[in-house]
Structures are given as structure tokens and as C-alpha cells.
């Protein structure tokens, strides 16, 4: 595969991540805040999301598995969660978060429980496909190209 | 690169300043204290003020931010605030232990910092949240996820107000401002058209003095690409511009 046919892929699958909901408009606002003085922000912020979202997570995962729930404590996590996936534009574990949150306020176990799977697919997925958006990055700057600019593009 | 961007700027007033036709470039970059418990949005708003050419100093917690300007309890103000020049606080309202609400107030107290202006950002557009914030001084509300265009605003009217000969209009700006929302805050829970700026029983209109209602008029930046929603963006333009339309 040569440089411009990279350059098209890495084009086609990030239209994709957008029109599927992966990701939103943060996300491109993040890929503007990129350039030659800082050419790793956006892989640098999202490892620090899926480190905090692990963390979060797992939080999560062993209160809702107390015998007596503290919402106020799963709520706080997952505003958390919700916060930190709308700034890196993580589209779909938002949403999740904000359903996970109606459930905190109905102080709904099963419900929230539910949720939490749900907010861990999410997060599984998006780390999935991010990882192969960088992967194909590092392959174009390899290659001697440089990563499209989506604003120019029209996207 | 940076200190060559610096260089080439400053050159380039001197010249200009003696034709006085543009406003002269202060060489000193403006210093940003950002305030957020999330790291990933430290990160964010950190990178967003940099790329918008200001000095960062992020923390996270009120409590840090107290003890970076030398106003908290454990110790004495000994700090040279010349030295310090803080010249916008801005910070996330959820956090635990101090809240922004809580550390705004803290600010506003101080005889030293209380005319440093205080922006709060909130992933949550509550009306009365934002009114709270501003009655107590703040200077705008943000609403999360932070982008360019919103630090690229604020750093617009900063830059008006830390300009010599202007803390005079700065001052009754921000008075006309608190005046114009203290009366929209008596109308529940939307703000009336008639609690503009240009209202006749307000004391302070003045036409001639850049009045709250031109921010939104502004272009929220003059070189970043900007969409056409986002002088919208903000609670406080938004207002503003049913209030101009």
C-alpha cells in the first residue's frame, strides 16, 4: 500500500467512527489542537482517558457489587466518566453515561448494573477502534506521510 | 519556535506603534491559572490556552489554586503578586472538596485577586447555576466539553480588559453586566428582553463604551475557523443576542 492509499484509508475509517457515533465533533476539535510542535496530543489524551476510564470502571464494578449501594458514589463515577468521555468526544460512552446516571436516580441496582455493561462495551469498542486509527497513523508517518487534516477535507 | 513567533511580533509593533494604527502587542503573555480534578481535561484546556499563546499554570483542586496565589489558610500572603500575575482563573465548577462556586467567592474576597477575572466551565447548562456564578463575579460560564472558539473569546475581551486606560471601562463593564443579569435574575426562570443592556432605567448606559451586548457581536475569534454557532455557544452570548436580535 502506498502513501496515498494509507492517507484514503485512514480517511474512509475515521468518517466511519464519526457516522457510526464513536466519536463527535470534540474529537476533530482535539485533532485540530494537533501539529509539528505537538504531534502526539491526541494519542496523549486518549491514553489518559482509557487509564481513567479503567480505573473508573473498575470503581464502578466493585460498588455496584457492595450489599448496600451508595449511589452518590456510582453517580459521582460515572459524571466522571461522562465528563472525561465528552471531552475526548467519545460519543457512545457518553450517552451510555448519561443513561447509567438516570438509573443512579431512580437508585435502580439492576438497572445500573446493566448500565455498566454497557458502558464497558462501549468503552472496549471505541478503545478498538482508536487503536487502529493510531495504528494506521504511525503506519502513514512511516511511510514519509502526513495524517490527513479532516477540516480540509470538508468532513 | 515559540521565542521566534515572540521575537518577530514584537518587532513588529515597535514598528507599527509609531504610526499608532494598530493596539501595541504586549510582549507578555498572558497567564492562565486553569483549575479541573480531571486530568484529561487539564490536559485539554492546558493544550486549548497554550495554542491560543498563554502562559498555563494548571492544578487540580481549589485548594491547590488558593496555595498557588498565596491565599490559603496555612500560608501568610507572602506572595509578590507582581511577580505572580495571574491574569484569568479558570475553573471547572464540579470538584471535590472546593467547589469553583467556592473558590470564585474565595477569589472575589481577596482584596488582592478579586479583580482577576474568574471564568467557570460546567458540563452542565443548569440557568441557575450560571446565574449564581455570575452574581457572585464571575466573569463567563463555559459549557463543557471546552473548544477553541470558547478560550479564544475569552482571551478576546481579557486581553480589552488588561490593556492600560482601560480598567475604567472594564469596571463599568463588568458593573453593567452584574446590573443588566441582577434584573433578568428577578424575572423566573427565562431572562426578559427587556433586561438588556440598553434598558433606559439602567444608570450606567453609556453608547460610546464597548458595552457587554457587543461581545456577542464580535467575532469570537479573528484567525481561527469559526462556525457560525459559535458566538452561540456561550450561556452568556446567547442571551446577549436575543436581547441584540
Same mark, same amino acid.
Given at each position: 500500500m502506498d502513501v496515498g492509499q494509507m492517507r484514503r484509508q485512514w480517511v474512509e475509517y475515521t468518517k466511519s467512527l464519526f457516522m457510526e457515533g464513536f466519536l463527535d465533533s470534540q474529537f476533530e476539535q482535539l485533532q485540530q489542537l494537533?501539529?509539528?510542535?505537538?504531534?502526539d496530543f491526541v494519542v496523549e489524551v486518549v491514553s489518559l482517558f482509557f487509564e481513567d476510564s479503567e480505573r473508573l470502571l473498575n470503581d464502578l464494578t466493585r460498588a455496584l457489587d457492595q450489599p448496600s449501594v451508595d449511589f452518590k458514589l456510582v453517580d459521582s463515577y460515572v459524571h466522571q466518566l461522562k465528563g472525561s468521555s465528552s471531552s475526548i468526544g467519545a460519543s457512545r460512552v457518553k450517552n451510555a453515561c448519561i443513561a447509567f446516571r438516570n438509573f443512579c436516580e431512580e437508585q435502580n441496582v439492576e438497572g445500573c448494573r446493566r448500565c455498566l455493561q454497557q458502558v464497558k462495551q462501549e468503552n472496549l469498542l471505541v478503545k478498538n477502534k482508536l487503536e487502529t486509527l493510531f495504528r494506521m497513523e504511525q503506519q502513514i508517518v512511516a511511510a514519509g506521510g502526513s495524517i490527513p487534516n479532516m477540516e480540509q477535507i470538508g468532513f | 519556535m515559540a521565542r521566534n513567533g515572540f521575537t518577530s511580533r514584537r518587532r513588529r509593533s515597535e514598528k507599527i506603534d509609531a504610526f499608532d494604527l494598530t493596539p501595541p502587542d504586549h510582549s507578555q503573555e498572558v497567564h492562565v491559572l486553569a483549575v479541573d480534578d480531571s486530568i484529561i481535561d487539564r490536559k485539554v484546556i492546558e493544550r486549548l490556552l497554550r495554542i491560543s499563546c498563554c502562559k498555563v499554570t494548571a492544578v487540580d483542586s481549589g485548594r491547590r489554586a488558593l496555595q498557588f496565589l498565596g491565599l490559603d489558610d496555612e500560608k501568610s500572603s507572602s506572595v509578590d503578586f507582581d511577580t505572580l500575575k495571574v491574569d484569568l482563573i479558570i475553573t471547572d465548577y464540579c470538584m471535590p472538596g472546593m467547589t469553583g462556586y467556592e473558590l470564585l467567592k474565595k477569589i472575589k474576597e481577596s482584596s488582592t485577586f478579586k479583580e482577576i477575572p474568574v471564568v467557570i466551565m460546567s458540563s452542565e447548562n443548569i440557568m441557575a447555576r450560571i446565574d449564581r456564578c455570575l452574581e457572585e463575579g464571575a466573569e463567563d460560564f463555559i459549557v463543557k466539553p471546552v473548544k477553541l472558539a470558547d478560550v479564544q473569546r475569552i482571551k478576546d475581551y481579557m486581553a480589552r480588559e488588561t490593556k492600560p486606560g482601560n480598567d475604567q471601562e472594564s469596571g463599568i463593564n463588568k458593573r453593567k453586566l452584574r446590573d443588566s443579569f441582577d434584573m433578568s435574575s428577578v424575572s423566573p426562570p427565562s431572562i426578559s /428582553? #427587556? @433586561?438588556?443592556? !440598553? +434598558? /433606559? #432605567? @439602567?444608570?450606567? !448606559? +453609556? /453608547? #460610546?463604551s464597548p458595552t457587554p451586548s457587543s461581545r456577542s457581536t464580535l467575532?469570537?475569534?479573528?484567525?481561527a475557523p469559526s462556525s457560525p454557532t459559535n458566538s452561540l455557544d456561550s450561556p452568556i452570548t446567547r442571551l446577549k443576542m436575543t436581547n441584540t436580535d
Open positions: 494537533q501539529d509539528e510542535s505537538n504531534p | /428582553p #427587556s @433586561s438588556s443592556s !440598553s +434598558s /433606559p #432605567s @439602567s444608570p450606567l !448606559s +453609556s /453608547p #460610546s467575532p469570537s475569534s479573528l484567525s
